[in-house]
């Protein structure tokens, strides 16, 4: 009997290769993944189980962290199967039936891979053919705005219990995203200063250097503020500004609080569209969707009032890099300020630039840095576990923290509701560029630019 069957409905999709596989043989070879194991895959292509892994294997190659053996991988593909089916035809749940009702498993782990318009279809098709055991897991974004996320919680929680329910983001699983608190909360000298006594203003940012590549159809309708903003960058944020939790299982809905505190800051948002987006595939040839967002918040809370967090994020930019970067107050002006830098890819680390007097000079003061390179001490080809290994694992071990709880969604989407309508038409930028004009203060290239001191 099968001990865990993962279904991925969307299979053929890019998460599923260039995530979810590379972090299941990253499983496999560090065995979590048991042969005990099974994954399934749901695709709608006419393919055999031959056809997808010839597909498969090379994204396996290019993004496991593991280096790919031949007998390995031969090994590996013993635990995939291939299941044609239409996840938006519920008659064709009874394909997945027949499935399941001949080869037995304990749990079945219903993972949707796709876009938020088929989770509804695949929910009423799973309940329909009574699979038992399920734990469901949902990607983000989980809806469209609030009300279809409503919509969607209801239509769920009609059918599974909360407890089995896994929204994903997988920015939760990035290992320095989770060192955030131990950074934070474990050390009084920021523990101390986390505030709006001492801390000035936050960036966050995340760049990345690919394009829509083929998720188009799916990217044109989403956005950069819907596809990285409501939920990877307010994860980000609420992390940063959340009270010390007690434990991590209240985490998410103190992160909540936080979200209800949000204010956008008045003129704070650019929006950017790169030149040649709409000669992409699938993409609306007048689309007026961002690729770039900008845009500035504060938090209404009283350990946070008056200080500005800035979000940034963007696709086809000139660096890929996703940083906080948490900047303290100068006691007086023309002083240059402390900044604490927490790198969460693809530099991996922790940075404290300071000011000290210059060396060999009585009266002149320079700044100084000191980082912790967390790729460095790891040694490792991509480092530390992928983000999908920690989320795959939590649910294998029914650990629901680190997951969205609802509360958390309702919050962001109210947020994030109001901040797209209100948002400007994209200007736009080229492609490699650093997005358009005052999108990437000089503060934040600096910051990308300056390497560890430890050389990865
Ligand atoms: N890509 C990424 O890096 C990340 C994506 N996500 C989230 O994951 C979700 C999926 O994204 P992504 O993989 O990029 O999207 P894609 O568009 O690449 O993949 C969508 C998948 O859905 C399948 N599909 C669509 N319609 C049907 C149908 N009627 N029957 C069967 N299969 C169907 C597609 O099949 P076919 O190949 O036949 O078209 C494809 O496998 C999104 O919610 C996204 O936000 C989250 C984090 C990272
Ligand atoms: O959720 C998403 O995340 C990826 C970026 O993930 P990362 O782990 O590489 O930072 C982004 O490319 C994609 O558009 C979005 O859907």
Same mark, same amino acid.
């Given at each position: 009997?099968?001990?865990?069957?993962?279904?991925?409905?969307?299979?053929?999709?890019?998460?599923?290769?260039?995530?979810?596989?590379?972090?299941?043989?990253?499983?496999?070879?560090?065995?979590?993944?048991?042969?005990?194991?099974?994954?399934?895959?749901?695709?709608?292509?006419?393919?055999?189980?031959?056809?997808?892994?010839?597909?498969?294997?090379?994204?396996?190659?290019?993004?496991?962290?593991?280096?790919?053996?031949?007998?390995?991988?031969?090994?590996?593909?013993?635990?995939?199967?291939?299941?044609?089916?239409?996840?938006?035809?519920?008659?064709?749940?009874?394909?997945?039936?027949?499935?399941?009702?001949?080869?037995?498993?304990?749990?079945?782990?219903?993972?949707?891979?796709?876009? &938020?318009?088929?989770?509804?279809?695949?929910?009423?098709?799973?309940?329909?053919?009574?699979?038992?055991?399920?734990?469901?897991?949902?990607?983000?974004?989980?809806?469209?705005?609030?009300?279809?996320?409503?919509?969607?919680?209801?239509?769920?929680?009609?059918?599974?219990?909360?407890?089995?329910?896994?929204?994903?983001?997988?920015?939760?699983?990035?290992?320095?995203?989770?060192?955030?608190?131990?950074?934070?909360?474990?050390?009084?000298?920021?523990?101390?200063?986390?505030?709006?006594?001492?801390?000035?203003?936050?960036?966050?940012?995340?760049?990345?250097?690919?394009?829509?590549?083929?998720?188009?159809?799916?990217?044109?309708?989403?956005?950069?503020?819907?596809?990285?903003?409501?939920?990877?960058?307010?994860?980000?944020?609420?992390?940063?500004?959340?009270?010390? &939790?007690?434990?991590?299982?209240?985490?998410?809905?103190?992160?909540?609080?936080?979200?209800?505190?949000?204010?956008?800051?008045?003129?704070?948002?650019?929006?950017?569209?790169?030149?040649?987006?709409?000669?992409?595939?699938?993409?609306?040839?007048?689309?007026?969707?961002?690729?770039?967002?900008?845009?500035?918040?504060?938090?209404?809370?009283?350990?946070?009032?008056?200080? &500005?967090?800035?979000?940034?994020?963007?696709?086809?930019?000139?660096?890929?890099?996703?940083?906080?970067?948490?900047?303290?107050?100068?006691?007086?002006?023309?002083?240059?300020?402390?900044?604490?830098?927490?790198?969460?890819?693809?530099?991996?680390?922790?940075?404290?630039?300071?000011?000290?007097?210059?060396?060999?000079?009585?009266?002149?003061?320079?700044?100084?840095?000191?980082?912790?390179?967390?790729?460095?001490?790891?040694?490792?080809?991509?480092?530390?576990?992928?983000?999908?290994?920690?989320?795959?694992?939590?649910?294998?071990?029914?650990?629901?923290?680190?997951?969205?709880?609802?509360?958390?969604?309702?919050?962001?989407?109210?947020?994030?509701?109001?901040?797209?309508?209100?948002?400007?038409?994209?200007?736009?930028?080229?492609?490699?560029?650093?997005?358009?004009?005052?999108?990437?203060?000089?503060?934040?290239?600096?910051?990308?630019?300056?390497?560890?001191?430890?050389?990865?």
């Amino acid at each position: 009997m099968v001990q865990n069957r993962f279904i991925i409905f969307g299979g053929t999709g890019d998460l599923t290769y260039r995530k979810l596989l590379p972090a299941f043989y990253n499983l496999f070879i560090s065995q979590k993944l048991t042969k005990q194991d099974e994954i399934l895959i749901i695709g709608r292509r006419d393919w055999t189980k031959t056809d997808y892994v010839r597909k498969m294997e090379p994204w396996v190659k290019e993004f496991a962290r593991f280096k790919v053996e031949e007998d390995k991988f031969l090994e590996f593909i013993q635990q995939i199967q291939y299941l044609k089916m239409n996840l938006s035809a519920l008659d064709d749940y009874s394909i997945l039936k027949d499935y399941v009702t001949k080869s037995k498993a304990q749990v079945h782990v219903c993972y949707m891979a796709v876009s &938020p318009q088929f989770f509804d279809p695949i929910v009423e098709g799973i309940h329909q053919i009574d699979l038992f055991n399920v734990r469901l897991v949902m990607e983000k974004p989980f809806g469209t705005d609030l009300l279809s996320a409503t919509k969607l919680q209801r239509k769920v929680t009609r059918y599974f219990d909360e407890e089995n329910i896994y929204r994903i983001d997988h920015y939760l699983g990035k290992d320095m995203v989770r060192n955030i608190l131990t950074i934070r909360c474990e050390n009084p000298i920021f523990d101390a200063v986390w505030n709006n006594r001492y801390i000035d203003h936050v960036n966050i940012f995340a760049l990345e250097q690919v394009g829509v590549e083929n998720r188009g159809s799916y990217y044109d309708k989403a956005g950069a503020l819907r596809d990285m903003a409501q939920n990877h960058l307010l994860q980000l944020l609420s992390i940063i500004a959340v009270d010390n &939790p007690h434990d991590l299982h209240t985490l998410s809905l103190q992160q909540s609080v936080v979200l209800h505190s949000l204010k956008l800051l008045e003129d704070s948002m650019i929006m950017g569209q790169y030149r040649g987006y709409l000669d992409e595939k699938d993409i609306d040839s007048k689309s007026q969707t961002e690729t770039f967002a900008r845009f500035s918040v504060g938090v209404e809370t009283s350990r946070f009032q008056g200080v &500005p967090f800035h979000i940034i994020t963007g696709k086809e930019m000139m660096y890929r890099d996703t940083a906080i970067q948490i900047v303290f107050k100068s006691p007086y002006s023309g002083q240059k300020p402390n900044i604490l830098t927490i790198q969460v890819q693809p530099k991996e680390g922790v940075e404290i630039s300071f000011n000290i007097k210059t060396p060999g000079k009585s009266d002149e003061i320079s700044e100084a840095t000191m980082d912790f390179c967390q790729n460095c001490q790891m040694q490792n080809r991509i480092n530390t576990p992928e983000a999908y290994e920690w989320m795959l694992m939590s649910i294998m071990l029914e650990d629901g923290s680190w997951f969205s709880h609802w509360d958390q969604i309702v919050t962001s989407w109210k947020f994030m509701d109001e901040l797209i309508q209100k948002k400007p038409k994209p200007i736009l930028y080229e492609k490699k560029s650093l997005g358009p004009e005052g999108g990437l203060t000089a503060e934040i290239v600096e910051c990308i630019e300056k390497p560890f001191i430890c050389k990865i």
